[in-house]
């Protein structure tokens, strides 16, 4: 038996059509569907890229996050970033656009998201390794250094890309199409078991981590409310964090849990299930949790809400101050009347107005400097 080579259109061809075995027309995302979704759809990308580029900003821009969680709350709102571009990618390349698609661009396509994917977990497993060092400590922030935060990052991304990559090294239906699945086409049924049960045990891992570092925090912090009299905000500072930790893991195992359910459906060749059917509602369920993500990051975080406040207000003044710049620049025409006087030039020197800050800009608090004449 010749196996088909990776790049034949043929067999680029054959495989489209025989994975779905006839159902091609009842699955298909016509014109009047697809456009919404894809409008739709592009509207939350767009929020989603925005939005996290924010987060993004606000961290390396505010000295009051310049702490490992943040650093590593940050590299989760980057998994989110690219989970938008693989939406983007996905949402132009599906219905009758993949039948255009060749074998490597499925695996573009399905790689892009096994890769956000495996970053925001490898994240909040690696946030969950961050909070329960620095609440074992009884402190709000580990003693992680620098160093070892910037090598935890490049861990979660190279780990995240190969499991990406995992099924373009060999692990796919190329050579069986009898193997290959429905939701995943070019991913064998065996890799699809693999995935879901993998991410569903580890779901099950971190839910007991923080449900643990949760509880404890709460008993250690009943302790200290008994015996402390004055600041007790100060004492409740982990438990704010690790509340906003818990709901971003509620959101993303509420929202990716149904996914995985239905892509095991479909690794163990559950023909009564009907997968295909779910596939629309699935990936709008991802979109919205990565829409979900700097909205909770913004609700539960006083500090990051004020930061973020802060750059859209410096941004809108300093778009407004260009515009009125470029205007001021303009020359008079000749018969233009500009409503003053002449006056003979006298010696006196024009004053300098003083440089004043902008309402919305706090510079000793958030050290974000944003000025205007």
């Given at each position: 038996?010749?196996?088909?080579?990776?790049?034949?259109?043929?067999?680029?061809?054959?495989?489209?059509?025989?994975?779905?075995?006839?159902?091609?027309?009842?699955?298909d995302w016509v014109n009047t569907q697809l456009i919404p979704v894809q409008a739709v759809g592009s509207l939350f990308c767009i929020f989603i890229l925005l939005s996290n580029l924010l987060v993004i900003t606000a961290?390396?821009?505010?000295?009051?996050?310049?702490?490992?969680?943040?650093?590593?709350?940050?590299?989760?709102?980057?998994?989110d970033f690219l989970a938008a571009i693989a939406y983007v990618y996905l949402m132009f390349h599906t219905g009758q656009a993949s039948r255009k698609l060749t074998v490597n661009g499925y695996f573009l396509r399905q790689?892009?998201?096994?890769?956000?994917?495996?970053?925001?977990?490898?994240?909040?497993l690696v946030i969950a390794l961050e909070r329960y060092i620095s609440v074992m400590n009884c402190k709000v922030h580990s003693n992680l250094t620098k160093r070892r935060v910037t090598l935890l990052i490049v861990l979660v991304w190279a780990v995240s890309i190969s499991m990406g990559a995992v099924p373009s090294l060999g692990w796919n239906c190329v050579c069986n199409l009898e193997s290959c699945s429905q939701l995943a086409p070019v991913f064998s049924r065996s890799y699809l078991i693999f995935w879901s049960v993998s991410n569903l045990v580890a779901f099950l891992v971190m839910v007991s981590v923080y449900v643990r570092i949760y509880v404890y925090v709460k008993r250690k912090t009943a302790v200290l409310k008994v015996h402390t009299s004055g600041s007790i905000n100060r004492k409740r500072t982990p438990i704010k964090l690790i509340k906003t930790v818990m709901t971003v893991l509620g959101a993303f195992v509420i929202c990716w849990t149904p996914g995985l359910v239905v892509l095991l459906l479909d690794g163990l060749n559950c023909e009564q299930c009907q997968v295909m059917k779910f596939k629309r509602w699935l990936l709008l369920l991802a979109v919205l949790n990565s829409v979900m993500n700097p909205c909770i990051y913004s609700y539960k975080d006083e500090e990051m809400w004020a930061t973020i406040k802060n750059l859209l207000h410096c941004v809108g003044n300093g778009t407004r101050r260009q515009r009125s710049s470029k205007a001021n620049s303009r020359p008079l025409s000749s018969g233009q009347d500009t409503g003053i006087k002449h006056k003979h030039p006298t010696s006196q020197k024009p004053v300098k107005q003083p440089m004043k800050t902008c309402s919305g800009c706090d510079t000793t608090r958030e050290k974000i400097c944003c000025y205007h004449q």
């Open positions: 038996m010749v196996r088909p080579p990776l790049h034949n259109a043929n067999f680029r061809l054959l495989s489209v059509n025989s994975l779905d075995n006839g159902n091609q027309t009842k699955e961290v390396i821009t505010n000295r009051r996050f310049h702490y490992p969680f943040y650093y590593l709350l940050a590299n989760l709102a980057a998994s790689g892009l998201l096994d890769t956000s994917l495996s970053a925001s977990l490898a994240n909040l």
